[in-house]
């Protein structure tokens, strides 16, 4: 493996084992490794790369703390759910950022050396390219959704929820359906390559 491998999967265990396991319930700690990740991709891949991942991020985070609070209020502890929310949406992110950094610093040169099996190799380049086509095609779908009419009598709150609703099934229809292509495409491509090497 490369050095930039050997780099990527060290710091891929150590999130693993810090604070995806060891430290997963202390705030602190994912809070300010929030911010860490945040600033570390802003700097890395620029901050208008950063601002459309936070974009595919934050409805994901929207709806895991409105599970959650909508759970409390049901228990009548709505604080404490807020915050067993607010502490998934931070590991979730912190993984979100971490993988789509570490996998966007990658070549393609480096994934295919990895000392793996073929189905996970080609399982990372999938998610690799996903991550890429998914932050390429966001403003598109964030035009088209402004385009859609909207109904007026909707408060701002309440129109902003539904857009980013609706921006998640559209991204999820996107990458389901590139998926299915591109993971076509390199079954193809694999056994010719397969083929040639006979």
């Given at each position: 493996?490369?050095?930039?491998?050997?780099?990527?999967?060290?710091?891929?265990?150590?999130?693993?084992?810090?604070?995806?396991?060891?430290?997963?319930?202390?705030?602190?700690?994912?809070?300010?490794?929030?911010?860490?990740?945040?600033?570390?991709?802003?700097?890395?891949?620029?901050?208008?790369?950063?601002?459309?991942?936070?974009?595919?991020?934050?409805?994901?985070?929207?709806?895991?703390?409105?599970?959650?609070?909508?759970?409390?209020?049901?228990?009548?502890?709505?604080?404490?759910?807020?915050?067993?929310?607010?502490?998934?949406?931070?590991?979730?992110?912190?993984?979100?950022?971490?993988?789509?950094?570490?996998?966007g610093s990658l070549r393609f040169s480096d994934i295919l050396s990895l000392p793996?099996?073929?189905?996970?190799?080609?399982?990372?380049?999938?998610?690799?390219?996903?991550?890429?086509?998914?932050?390429?095609?966001?403003?598109?779908?964030?035009l088209a959704l402004e385009l859609y009419p909207q109904a007026e009598s909707e408060?701002?709150?309440?129109?902003?929820?539904?857009?980013?609703?609706?921006?998640?099934?559209?991204?999820?229809?996107?990458?389901?359906?590139?998926?299915?292509?591109?993971?076509?495409?390199?079954?193809?491509?694999?056994?010719?390559?397969?083929?040639?090497?006979?």
């Amino acid at each position: 493996m490369s050095r930039r491998m050997w780099v990527v999967s060290g710091l891929l265990l150590t999130f693993l084992v810090f604070p995806c396991g060891l430290l997963a319930r202390n705030m602190t700690v994912q809070t300010l490794l929030f911010l860490l990740v945040l600033f570390g991709f802003g700097l890395l891949r620029g901050w208008r790369a950063l601002l459309a991942q936070f974009k595919l991020f934050m409805p994901l985070a929207v709806i895991i703390l409105v599970l959650n609070l909508l759970a409390g209020v049901v228990m009548h502890h709505p604080m404490q759910s807020l915050l067993h929310g607010t502490g998934i949406a931070l590991l979730m992110g912190n993984g979100f950022f971490l993988v789509a950094l570490l996998l966007g610093s990658l070549r393609f040169s480096d994934i295919l050396s990895l000392p793996l099996g073929e189905t996970v190799r080609k399982s990372v380049l999938l998610i690799r390219i996903l991550l890429a086509r998914a932050e390429g095609v966001l403003p598109e779908l964030e035009l088209a959704l402004e385009l859609y009419p909207q109904a007026e009598s909707e408060t701002r709150i309440r129109r902003r929820f539904r857009r980013g609703m609706q921006l998640i099934l559209a991204l999820l229809l996107f990458v389901l359906e590139e998926a299915q292509l591109v993971g076509e495409l390199m079954d193809n491509r694999w056994q010719h390559c397969r083929k040639e090497s006979v």
